[in-house]
């Protein structure tokens, strides 16, 4: 299936690993050409640099702390230097969190607000002026199933993606006239490296292996009996940003092997 998307350009956070960077190179496959935006330089670098031998497109590096208005106009400033166009924005900057209600602080709070919910509305602000330039775009933010079927260890995580796929909901409508469709992504068990040094840590000292642990949690939580490989989820990502999608506006799409227990 040709989805028409070689010599585009791709705006992806937290690209660097994970998540992010399984979209980069699903969408440098197709011949699109990419800015990665994270906060460790060296592995950066390094994501770009594979990106660029690899799949033999261009590929920029741009280290920038989402949670800080100047790092994000910074880092468009360099963007806007590379390309002068931008057709595809991938909103996946983010991590869990581990707290309870009671005793987790405001400055956590406001952290997570302005990485999973401010740093989407930032770039979007910057972005969106030229997508509309260019006739349309795409953007795709990364919230979670915990939007709305919370895990009781990370009530900010829960909230803040929550607001984002909210947030989503409304930049589609308002984005939308100007050709420009925007969609929210809300994963499950997938098996990242977030995922793997967290079992590693939970199972040092004891006689189960970290593959052990991840496969209980998927046992015991999904239908499907097992965690997705990011590029299964990033192949996803990829069909939404073609044409092929053209009628997905203002949607969340569950990708969770089953997880979520209702369809309501």
């Not at 947030?167 to 490296?193: C, H, W, Y």
């Amino acid at each position: 299936m040709d989805l028409n998307l070689k010599n585009k350009f791709a705006v992806i956070t937290g690209g660097s690993k994970g998540i992010g960077f399984a979209v980069a190179k699903g969408l440098a496959a197709e011949g699109v050409n990419v800015a990665l935006i994270a906060r460790g330089e060296n592995r950066l670098k390094e994501s770009a640099s594979m990106i660029r031998e690899e799949y033999n497109v261009k590929a920029l590096e741009v280290s920038a702390d989402l949670t800080k208005k100047e790092d994000i106009e910074k880092a468009f400033a360099k963007i806007k230097d590379f390309s002068d166009r931008i057709d595809i924005l991938i909103n996946n900057a983010g991590t869990g969190t581990n707290e309870n209600i009671i005793d987790a602080d405001d400055e956590k709070w406001n952290y997570f607000w302005n990485l999973h919910v401010m740093a989407v509305v930032r770039l979007s602000r910057l972005v969106v002026p030229v997508m509309k330039e260019n006739g349309g775009g795409v953007i795709l933010n990364t919230s979670s199933i915990c939007a709305k079927q919370p895990l009781d260890y990370e009530p900010i995580y829960n909230t803040t993606k929550a607001a984002l796929t909210m947030l989503s909901k409304g930049m589609a409508n308002e984005f939308i006239e100007d050709n420009i469709r925007v969609n929210s992504i809300n994963p499950g068990l997938i098996q990242t490296e977030d995922w793997v040094n967290t079992a590693k840590d939970l199972t040092k000292d004891t006689d189960k292996s970290y593959q052990d642990y991840l496969d209980n949690i998927a046992e015991e939580n999904t239908p499907i009996k097992r965690f997705a490989t990011p590029e299964e989820l990033a192949d996803f990502y990829v069909y939404m940003c073609s044409d092929k999608a053209s009628y997905c506006v203002g949607s969340s799409y569950y990708v969770d092997g089953g997880w979520l227990k209702t369809t309501i």
